[in-house]
């Protein structure tokens, strides 16, 4: 059995939220479904706040409110009820946040989540404290776009600066008088125009920070897109041990920055030079993290729970080379997938989200397979996820 290590300072047990407390949690998605369920599963009790109703959270929470993200009474009725209040994606006013800041603890912070849930912000925060980042510009005109564009050079991507997710509000441009058309594209709202880089491999590292100020870092994973969406992850991620230690490195130092309590997500590109720059934070647990649900020692989502109720975070041993497919909505073109078919993989986990309306492109669910090596956990998952469709 291993403590967690003596050299932090020890959280004061006042400070611990104890199994039985009620934990609020902003947004209603599958993050908050599977946070909500590693916090059942440890005895806590879990109300969710959205504008939505019988969604993935609510459907597995005590209770489910809903009203919309700028209703600040109901926000602080919510509040009332809750010891602690965590959020499940970065788009949350920060109007709210702050409301409910007065209240009642809110972890990670409304400060973190201000810096994160903005590109732009995102990216000055860490150049500013030397982390490496892809060159860029912030631009709030066109003149400031196209003096951008010139500085970073083309290839460029241009990308919406507030609440972009998936790909969504990007458009690469090759040369510098194409910005114009993307400025009118955008409508004219806050820019952040990077150079565009060759990718050897996209990595991600889920790291957590207590509220003693410990972190736990899992091993980088491995993520491969396509159309801009998370389609498989693979853990470890195949890059040599020098550039995953170093990953792991740059993302305990920007928790220590952010002054950070909860689970964050750092995601970074490798160069095909081999350099490795910060892409984005998500100030919470991410998609590339779910399969730590079925091969780490500690989830994610358990994980996040530990942190904000003071708890010491859990170990983030990987048990085994594990792949994580998503299951898209594309997945429902020709009627109900085929569950029985994937169940026979007996290596592999089958998550789904309680959504209804299976839109192309939205995350439905996930398999999860584990296997001897990450190769075969790969071939096995992306085979499970073909039976869906046999
Ligand atoms: P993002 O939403 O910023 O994470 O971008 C979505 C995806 O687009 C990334 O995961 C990359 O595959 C690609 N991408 C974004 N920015 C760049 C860049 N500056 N250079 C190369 N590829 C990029």
């Known amino acids: 059995m291993t403590l967690s290590s003596p050299g932090h300072r020890a959280a004061s047990d006042a400070h611990v939220i104890a199994p039985g407390a009620t934990l609020g ?22 109300h969710t706040f959205s504008p939505d109703q019988d969604t993935p959270t609510g459907q597995v929470a005590d209770r489910e409110v809903t009203a919309p993200y700028d209703d600040l009474e109901a926000l602080r009725t919510f509040a009332k009820d809750v010891a602690v209040v965590t959020f499940e994606f970065e788009n949350v006013p920060s109007d709210a946040v702050q409301a409910l800041g007065g209240l009642v603890p809110v972890r ?19 150049s500013e404290r030397g982390f490496p980042t892809v060159p860029f510009a912030r631009a709030a005109t066109l003149e400031e776009l196209t003096d951008g564009v010139a ?7 241009i990308k919406s600066a507030a609440f972009g997710y998936d790909g969504k509000g990007q458009h690469r441009i ?22 565009f880089v060759a990718l050897q491999a996209e990595i991600s590292v889920i790291a957590a920070r207590g509220l003693d100020g ?41 928790l220590q920055a952010l002054d950070y309590v909860g689970v964050l997500c750092v995601e970074f590109f490798v160069t095909t030079d081999g350099e490795l720059l910060v892409n984005e934070l998500a100030p919470r647990p991410h998609n590339s993290g779910h399969l730590t649900f079925d091969a780490a020692v500690t989830s994610q989502f358990e994980q996040q729970v530990r942190a904000i109720c003071g708890l010491p ?14 299951l898209l909505g594309d997945l429902w073109a020709e009627g109900e997938p085929n569950w029985a078919a994937a169940c026979r993989f007996q290596d592999v986990k089958l998550h789904l989200y309680g959504k209804t309306q299976p839109r192309p492109g939205r995350k439905m669910g996930h398999l999860t397979a584990t296997a001897r090596t990450v190769h075969e956990a790969q071939e096995v998952v992306i085979a499970a996820r073909d039976a869906l469709l046999t």
């Open 25 to 46: 949690v902003l947004g209603s998605g599958q993050l908050g479904r599977m946070f909500t369920i590693a916090a059942r599963r440890m005895g806590y009790r879990v």
């Open 151 to 157: 500085t970073v050079g083309t290839p460029a991507v």
């Open 214 to 254: 410990a972190v736990a870092e899992y091993v980088p994973f491995e993520n491969r897109h396509t159309d801009h969406i998370l389609d498989v992850t693979t853990a470890p991620a195949a890059i040599p041990a020098g550039v995953a230690g170093r990953a792991r490195e740059i993302s305990r130092a920007i």
């Open 174 to 195: 090759t040369k510098a008088s194409e910005a114009e058309r993307v400025w009118i594209a955008l409508r004219g709202a806050e820019v952040l125009v990077e150079k």
């Open 313 to 326: 975070l859990g170990s983030t041993e990987l048990l085994k080379p594990a792949a994580m497919a998503n």
């Open 108 to 126: 990670p912070s409304g400060a973190a989540l201000y810096t994160a849930q903005q590109r732009g912000r995102e990216k000055a925060f860490l």
